[in-house]
């Protein structure tokens, strides 16, 4: 049981961050272009997905709640600033894609807010993240730091990564959906971005040495970890090969498999810490009476009901973007 | 912990919760009147019904959006301020608000998309089906909300273990006598404001002179089942009285401002209640009504608020002016039914203007009963966030700043002020365009999950 609310955590929160990774990538493209026909074709090729994308955060959370209620309860309360203002932004990202097609003196406002409304989202997930794995002061399960713990030069960075490492999904989002102008203008991205994101990774390595994060050891106690960088840089092989030969679908594809690497070598190196160094999953488990009670419905027939209906949807918007049946 | 954080943090849980309710306690009663209307045109084929069935969808499409935006701020407060709470008590309300998270994507996955994709693909008797789904969508919604809410108001099916509320028995817990008082309570609040508010559209289009056919089937029919419903909620709302009388003296006192022990007990229609000196000043109070309402008969021994210590007492003022707006709210909306239904069935065009007028003009009183019904239940329940077991001071993040508390309260008023000022603006110019003659098209980029997209595909009435 536990394991199995593990798992549906980790994929939900994987899912989150590829499918409304994209989302938010564009969200901050969308801001390097003043041009409206590559805006609109950008809007379009997230427009009919991004808030079934975002739903999945929200399944994130009360998952994180119901089956691991005292992660839920410490890392929400520390992260107060970051939540507080991800929320906000990503509740002015949601409704600027709803309110941009029918405003027209207003549409300042609403582009505004989706470009700011992407990158706050975006900073604030990374800088969790980060400080996630700089690890947080914890006293017998309880959180001991202050409302600025997060806040920090590796978290920071981390954030910054995060944000070019979702414009690069966002870029080959594009290229894979888009065609003509807005589709070169991305493949123009690409290469650059991938180029920060790798820096960045780099810098964030030797931080993390240099600060001598336990998280380092863990790393060269389990040797077999580093096939997971190989296979990303097989991908980031396959990323500048999918733009060298313009092939659309594969961009995404190689960054989607980085990111799934990037995600897995985190999971990997703090098993079987949920709160790293400080909860394991079993011990921040709820009771088996709230497990179980989510699984036999929730968990059994709604959780893989919504994964056949996201497939579904996205086969539905599977091709390329067609402005003239769009509404935006 | 720091008191000011403790208070401003109460202020944003209430600010986001009630800026929240008002968009489900309309969706859910829209979402039950769709129903009806669908099986009516099913039944009669009149295309008038079809057309008002296309036009409401459409403003439901913009306030479910609305309703799920503001909803999921409130998701996470739980654990941004309130990290106690959510640690003692979340292997029980953890899985409770997840199967609400879960129902309502179950509603918006699978049905929404018929309804919006579906005339035309669908046979008839699925589309219903569908529209009932939804409508059963969003009251599975409100069930796991008021489950929740009602564990927090009379907690059982738990034991205590190493100071967390380990749930024993499910059962209990969805099945408690509470829930099935307050459950109906909120449904029907729910089911009443979308009859009122259908009443006063319709109202609002005959008084402009427009779209006829529909605006008289709005009226009549908003009146004629908010004249059903609004008894049915009064009893209810009774029921519900009878429980906190039950389990929650402390709150009745409250409620009914009686300060001592009464034998008979009379009932204070009106007061200004003196915490300080526990006395009302300008007292209006019926004798012996007190103890009819509280315990039905004419000699019982009612409990006044001093026979519990100050520091287990709520704050008297809101509980009491609230709970009294929400029965003034209540018997007016009785009044507007009964007599609007009469009147429209004897259709007497002198009376009619006056009548049109007082029914639009209503449509505001089911929301302000919502609320202050609301205001009543969890202001009554304090100093306690879960009855009797966890004190409110005790249940807010303990290491949370001021500052950070205020910073994050300013965020959510401006926002949730900006953007829902645009919502409202929004459905208020649907509303105002009417029905339109021609059928819901349906925008080919338009899914099920995006409920909003319902209504941008329609220049025609976006004006």
Known sequence: MILYWSLILALSMLLYVLLDGFDLGVGMLFGMTRDETHRRHMLAAVSPLWDGNETWLIVAGVVLWGAFSPVYSLLVSAFYVPVILMLTGLIFRGVAFEFRGAAHRTRVIWNVGFVVGSVVAAFMQGAMVGALAKGLPVINGRFAGDVMTWCNGFSVLCGVALCAGYALLGASWVVKRCEADARDAAYRAIVPLLWVVVVLLIVLFFHALHEDLAIMHRWLDRPYLFLVPLVALCAIAGILMGVRRRRDNQPFLMVVVLFICAYAMLAISFWPYIVPFSLTITQAAGPHASLAFMFWGAGLFVYPLMLIYTVYSYNVFKGKVDLTSGHY | ?463
């Open chain 2, 1 to 463: 912990m720091n008191t000011t954080a403790l208070m401003l943090s109460r202020l944003q849980f209430a600010f986001t919760v009630s800026f929240h309710i008002i968009f489900p306690s309309f969706t859910i009663g829209l979402a039950a009147w769709l129903t009806v209307l669908d099986a009516l045109y099913l039944i009669t084929r009149r295309p008038v019904y079809h057309r008002v069935f296309d036009f409401w969808l459409k403003i439901f499409g913009v306030a479910f959006g609305m309703g799920v935006v503001s909803g999921i701020v409130l998701a996470f407060e739980f654990g941004t301020n309130w990290s106690e709470l959510s640690r003692v008590s979340g292997p029980i309300q953890g899985p409770l608000l997840s199967y609400e998270t879960f129902t309502a994507f179950m509603l918006e996955a699978s049905f929404f998309g018929v309804l919006l994709f579906g005339r035309n693909r669908v046979k008839p008797g699925l589309y219903l089906f569908s529209v009932a789904m939804v409508a059963l969508g969003t009251t599975l919604s409100a069930f796991w909300i008021m489950v929740n809410n009602s564990w927090m108001q009379y907690p059982v099916g738990y034991t205590i273990q190493n100071g967390v509320y380990v749930p024993d028995d499910w059962a209990k817990i969805i099945f408690s006598p509470v829930v099935w008082v307050r459950f109906p309570h909120m449904l029907f609040a729910a089911y009443v404001t979308g009859a009122f508010c259908v009443a006063a559209t319709g109202a609002w289009y005959m008084l402009r002179g427009m779209c006829h056919a529909e605006g008289r089937v709005m009226l009549r029919m908003g009146l004629f089942l908010a004249a059903i419903l609004v008894p049915v909620q009064l009893l209810f709302g009774h029921l519900v009285g009878d429980y906190v009388h039950r389990y929650q003296p402390v709150k009745f006192a409250a409620i009914e401002a009686r300060w001592h022990d009464e034998q008979p007990a009379s009932e204070v229609l009106l007061a200004w209640p003196d915490a300080a000196h526990e006395k009302n000043d300008y007292p209006i109070s019926v004798p012996v009504l007190g103890s009819l309402i509280g315990s039905m008969s004419l000699d019982s021994k009612e409990v006044g608020l001093t026979d519990f210590p100050r520091s287990e007492r709520p704050p008297i003022v809101i509980p009491f002016f609230a709970f009294r707006v929400m029965v003034g709210c209540g018997l007016i909306m009785l009044l507007v039914a009964w007599g609007g239904t009469l009147l429209s069935l004897k259709e007497r065009p002198l009376q009619r203007r006056a009548l049109l007028w007082t029914v639009f003009l209503c449509f505001p009183l089911p929301f302000i009963a919502t609320l202050t019904g609301w205001f009543t239940a969890e202001v009554g329940r304090q100093p306690w966030t879960v009855y009797g077991l966890l004190r409110t001071a005790d249940a807010v993040t303990p290491f949370l700043t001021p500052r950070a508390a205020a910073g994050s309260l300013v965020v959510f008023c401006a926002t949730y002020v900006f953007i829902f000022a645009f919502g409202t603006y929004y459905i208020y110019k649907l509303l105002k365009g009417g029905p339109a003659e021609a059928p819901l098209h349906t925008p080919p980029t338009a899914l099920p999950n995006r409920p909003l997209s319902a209504a941008t595909d329609l220049p025609s009435t976006v004006k």
